[in-house]
């Protein structure tokens, strides 16, 4: 049943939109005492990482989005048509995808286009669309000899390698910032060992990629 046939006075209605509201409410609490004890107990170390900045950002979404899917869950297994909740997860989880790629330092124009592909996913994925379109998609390709490539295939394997692509970047950053701080390292070692660290890395990245399309 398309989700919004339902009556927006019913019953059901009125209590999957109290249940929204109670997890908002409660994830909000949770996430204030989470941070209060990390910023008392690790005073120094959340305070020189920029943790509790990054805890702000978020832990809310997260908690509210894991309440919620917590219901969803529930309510599948008992078979309830929770469609309000639902819709709801969705738009909370992916805000905080939104939110975590925010964290970045990528230009702007690349957060704008990651955040529109995550909405036009969650949209299709509230509007029951998303497993039809990837099934369009799973159905276009070709084969050589043993190996089918299709358009859902490569899509993930450009997804999956741009991820640890970005990941690789981070991490090669990390390292590098490690290595100049150490006076142990000559600066030609230290210059070698980064290349060679970011290269493996990236070859990780692609062997990683091209597994996830099937080669």
């Known amino acids: 049943m398309f989700p919004f046939e339902h009556s ?3 019953t059901s209605t009125m209590l999957q939109s109290f249940s929204v509201l109670v997890s908002m409410v409660g994830a909000y609490l949770f996430c204030n005492i989470i941070i209060k004890i990390l910023n008392f107990s690790l005073k120094e170390f ?3 990482n920029k943790v509790s900045d990054y805890l702000e950002t978020l832990l809310f979404p997260l908690l509210w989005g894991l309440i919620l899917w917590t219901f969803v869950a529930v ?3 008992f078979q309830l048509d929770l469609w309000i909740t639902r819709t709801a997860a969705v738009l909370i989880t992916s805000w905080a ?3 975590f790629i925010s964290l970045f330092d990528f230009q702007k124009n690349h957060i704008k286009l990651a955040h529109l592909l995550v909405y036009t996913i969650a949209s299709l994925e509230i509007f029951g669309l998303l497993h039809h379109v990837f099934g369009i998609m799973d159905s276009i390709g070709f084969t050589i000899g043993e190996l089918n490539i299709t358009l859902l295939s490569v899509l993930k394997g450009g997804i999956t390698f741009a991820f640890f692509l ?3 970047i981070i991490l090669s950053r990390r390292i590098e910032t490690e290595l100049k ?3 142990k390292i000559e600066p030609s070692l230290q210059t070698l060992f980064t290349k060679l660290i970011r290269v ?3 070859a990780f990245s692609v062997l990683i ?5 099937g080669l």
């Open 46 to 48: 959340v305070k020189s």
């Open 181 to 183: 701080g150490s006076v």
């Open 200 to 202: 493996s890395l990236i």
């Open 209 to 213: 990629a091209l597994s996830s399309v």
């Open 8 to 10: 927006i006075f019913s």
């Open 75 to 77: 309510s599948i297994e």
């Open 97 to 99: 995808i939104t939110r």
């Open 166 to 168: 970005w990941g690789t």
